[in-house]
Structures are given as structure tokens and as C-alpha cells.
């Protein structure tokens, strides 16, 4: 489980296609502070640890991806070497609670369809998948490359969320372009309420 609160920014080292696809990561965390088999959110996809260590002072840890992951995912269209993803790594007993539960199982990809600066902060607008739409509701959260997020507003498909400085520098929020696909994880209780009102509606 994680929180959706960013505390690294992570660069792709090394991409090789072995059947399923394995990729380096480049990190500041220290590879000694996590094991072999450690789960860390990547851009919002929890992937395991298969192997990690040092070169010339530069931390890494390699993961490995299926194909059902990588189409589920934005990872097909923005990994590459040299990209930047957010990091988190897996909430620990007595950690702080800072963002929301986020699972790091990605329910869909959404589209960002605009980009307005609004003072030192930028709207952003985004296009869900239409069997995700549902799910979102202003003020509620959702976790977008990974991040905990408050929606802002919500017109059918489209939501908009407001991007304080701090989140833009401390993620990779402050590059993001008009058309980037985005993993998007729902929030598990906006799926549970959602549920219950269809079973309520049903009787």
C-alpha cells in the first residue's frame, strides 16, 4: 500500500525486452534501506525489486513488468531511457498518512486535455475512461503517475485538478504536455460507495 505522496524522482537507466520487460531505475533512495522483493510505486504501478545496487554512487534497482502491466499502463507510450517517473516507496506501520490509500494497481489511462496557468499554480484537465468517469467526484481523490490528488471540478469525463509549485518541483507534474496519457487509480472508497448505490438501486 502507499500514500500517493511523491518522495522521489526516479530516472529510467535501462530498458531490455526478456519475454516480460525489465527496467533500471535510477534513484536517490539508498539501495541498502530496501530489499530484494520491496514494492515501489512507480508512476503509480507498484513493481517488485528483482535486483538493485550502486555505480559510482548512483542508487538503482531493476524491476520487471508484464505485457498485461505495460497495456494497462502509460508505460508503453512514456517509458524510455532518460524519463523521469515518481517514486514512492511502500507505507510502512506508524508512517504517516499524508495523501490517501493508493493500491498502485492502475485502473485505466487518462488523457490530459488542457494546461492553464492560474497564478503560480496550473489547472489541469483530463480525460477518463468513460467506465471510470463515474468514479470521480469533486473533491474527491484520485492518484494520478502515482500522486494523491484533490479533484477540483467534474464535467462527465473530464475533471480538472489545480497543481500547487511545490507538487511541480517535487514531481514530475512540472513537465507534463497536452496529451500525455496518465495512470490513473480510482479511490477504493469512491468504488465501494459506487457499488453500493447500484446494489440499493437494484432492490
Request: net charge negative; glycine share 10%; proline share 4%.
Given at each position: 500500500m502507499f500514500t500517493g505522496i511523491i518522495t522521489d524522482i526516479g530516472t529510467v537507466a535501462a530498458l531490455e525486452q526478456r519475454g516480460d520487460l525489465r527496467a533500471r531505475i535510477n534513484?536517490?533512495?539508498?539501495?541498502?534501506?530496501?530489499?530484494?522483493?520491496?514494492?515501489?510505486?512507480?508512476?503509480?504501478?507498484?513493481?517488485?525489486?528483482?535486483e538493485k545496487g550502486a555505480d559510482q554512487g548512483q542508487n538503482w534497482f531493476d524491476v520487471e513488468i508484464s505485457a498485461e502491466t505495460t497495456s494497462k499502463t502509460n508505460i508503453g507510450a512514456k517509458w524510455q531511457v532518460g524519463a523521469k517517473i515518481n517514486l514512492e516507496r511502500a507505507l510502512k506501520v506508524g508512517d504517516e498518512l499524508g495523501g490517501h490509500i493508493v493500491a498502485g494497481h492502475v485502473?485505466?489511462?487518462?488523457?490530459?486535455?488542457?494546461?492553464?496557468?492560474?497564478?503560480?499554480?496550473t489547472r489541469v484537465t483530463?480525460?477518463?475512461?468513460?467506465?471510470?468517469?463515474?468514479?470521480?467526484?469533486?473533491?474527491?481523490?484520485?492518484?494520478?503517475?502515482?500522486t494523491s490528488l484533490t479533484v477540483n471540478g467534474v464535467d462527465g469525463p473530464h475533471f480538472d485538478i489545480n497543481f500547487i509549485p511545490h507538487t511541480k518541483s517535487e514531481t514530475t507534474w512540472g513537465d507534463l504536455v497536452v496529451?500525455?496519457?496518465?495512470?490513473?487509480?480510482?479511490?477504493?472508497?469512491?468504488?465501494y460507495v459506487a457499488r453500493l448505490n447500484e446494489m440499493q438501486e437494484s432492490t
Open positions: 534513484t536517490k533512495y539508498d539501495h541498502n534501506s530496501f530489499d530484494l522483493g520491496a514494492s515501489i510505486a512507480c508512476s503509480g504501478v507498484c513493481l517488485t525489486v528483482v485502473d485505466g489511462v487518462a488523457h490530459v486535455t488542457s494546461i492553464k496557468d492560474e497564478g503560480d499554480s483530463f480525460e477518463a475512461p468513460l467506465e471510470l468517469a463515474k468514479f470521480i467526484a469533486p473533491k474527491g481523490s484520485v492518484a494520478l503517475n502515482g496529451g500525455d496519457p496518465i495512470n490513473l487509480e480510482i479511490d477504493t472508497l469512491a468504488r
